[in-house]
């Protein structure tokens, strides 16, 4: 176990001070060579991210240690008659990388979830095949790999295959 797995993080709204720190992570291409971003440049940028994006999204949470951004999180519930289900992603800096602390965040974030979004019963994520880490995590907090959606989705100037990952609200969740 790391050192780092006695940190206290925690999830809150963004903030429009956060974009330096998003900026840490979001500009950095590790991070986003598996996000549907492309890598940001700019504080402005970032600030615009926020603001028009993060600000105003039903759960878009940063993950923080000592109220400072090292991630981002979102659950996207569905609406009408898919709003039984709601997508996860999440990306965290990379000096955080392999210490537990997205696997923590995406749990807290699926517990406020479901309690949160009543008519919720099940969160998906699709990861690329290539991202081992990501589906690390989501196979640590239970979820199901239902299978491999071929040439599902165009990433990055290319048309990728991606994993399906799902969690009903009632399976048990290590």
């Known amino acids: 176990m790391s050192a780092n797995n006695s940190l206290e993080i925690t999830l809150r709204p963004y903030r429009p001070s956060d974009a330096e720190d998003f900026l840490t992570y979001a500009g950095d291409e590790k991070v986003t060579q598996f996000t549907r971003w492309n890598t940001f440049t700019s504080k402005e940028e970032a600030l615009s ?6 600000i105003p ?6 993950i923080c240690i000592h109220d400072r951004s090292i991630g981002f999180l979102f ?8 709003k039984c289900r709601a997508e996860v992603g999440y990306a965290l800096a990379a000096e955080y990388w392999g ?7 995406v749990k807290m974030a699926i517990s406020d979830g479901f309690k949160e979004l009543t008519d919720l019963v099940r969160m998906q994520a ?8 990501s589906q690390r995590v989501l196979e640590k907090l ?3 790999k239902e299978g ?19 969690l009903l609200s009632s399976d048990s969740m290590p």
């Open 49 to 54: 991210y926020i603001k028009d994006f993060c």
């Open 57 to 62: 999204h039903p759960y878009c949470r940063s």
């Open 75 to 82: 659950i996207k519930p569905q609406g009408g008659d898919d």
């Open 99 to 105: 210490q537990g602390l997205a696997t923590r965040a």
């Open 126 to 133: 699709l990861v690329l095949v290539e991202n081992k880490a």
């Open 142 to 144: 239970g979820f199901y």
């Open 148 to 166: 491999l959606l071929r040439k599902y989705t165009f990433h990055k100037g290319a048309v990728q295959d991606v994993f399906m990952y799902s």
